[in-house]
């Protein structure tokens, strides 16, 4: 009787361990996964902020430099590209990933353009609701960058964790999958020619 109740009690506690382990990982990797979706949701939200400052800098810029439509559309055509590629938690896959960066890199390139074209026009470089517009896009811009910073090391967390072993096992059972990361556009590290 004696050995019977040692037995059970072995096997209770060994399941409980078990048991421990188990759930501790698998809430870990929830944790994990649920904080890179909110760094995503983030990342959304601050291009979506980039997106809405963009009607506003258009009409003001296009009170000044009406001969330059065709920048202005290619900058409109731009921000619908870039809005209309929708990459949510469910579906951060690499390649979906790739094709959102490919749509806001198009916006970067008009809002680029559209910087230059200012540059001709000093009277506009002076309006105060331009230089107001100009500052906030600055500003928007070094959000992205941090929270598309937030998100990879968000991101390399998670995947470190479900990468790891005995994590590793569970997380294929439990369909827990690595997360893409941004990665710099293509190019990007060949150093602009600046010819005066």
């Known amino acids: ?20 382990f188990f759930k501790s990982t698998y809430n870990t990797m929830v944790m994990n996964s649920e904080q890179v979706d909110a760094q995503w949701a983030q990342v959304e939200n601050v291009y979506q ?7 506003n800098l258009v009409n003001t810029v296009k009170g000044f430099a009406t001969q330059e439509q065709e920048v202005l559309t290619g900058v409109v055509e731009a921000r619908a590209k870039a809005t209309s590629v929708n990459v949510n ?34 009277e506009l470089k002076s309006n105060q609701n331009f230089l107001e517009l100009q500052s906030q896009l600055e500003g928007t811009e070094n959000r992205i960058t941090v929270e598309r910073m937030k998100f990879n090391e968000t991101t390399r967390t998670y995947n470190t964790y479900i ?8 997380a294929g059972m439990f369909g827990f999958e690595e997360k893409p990361y941004f990665e710099a556009a293509q190019g990007a590290d060949t150093v602009p020619k600046v010819e005066f």
């Open 163 to 170: 990468k790891s072993f005995p994590q590793t096992l569970l």
């Open 1 to 20: 009787m004696k050995k019977t109740l040692i037995v059970i009690a072995v096997i209770v506690v060994v399941v409980l361990v078990f048991y421990s």
């Open 49 to 55: 902020r980039r997106a809405d400052l963009i009607p």
């Open 89 to 122: 938690a469910d579906n951060l896959t690499e390649a979906n990933l790739q094709a959102f960066q490919k749509a806001q890199e198009g916006l970067s390139g008009a809002l680029s353009r559209l910087m230059v074209v200012v540059e001709r026009y000093p």
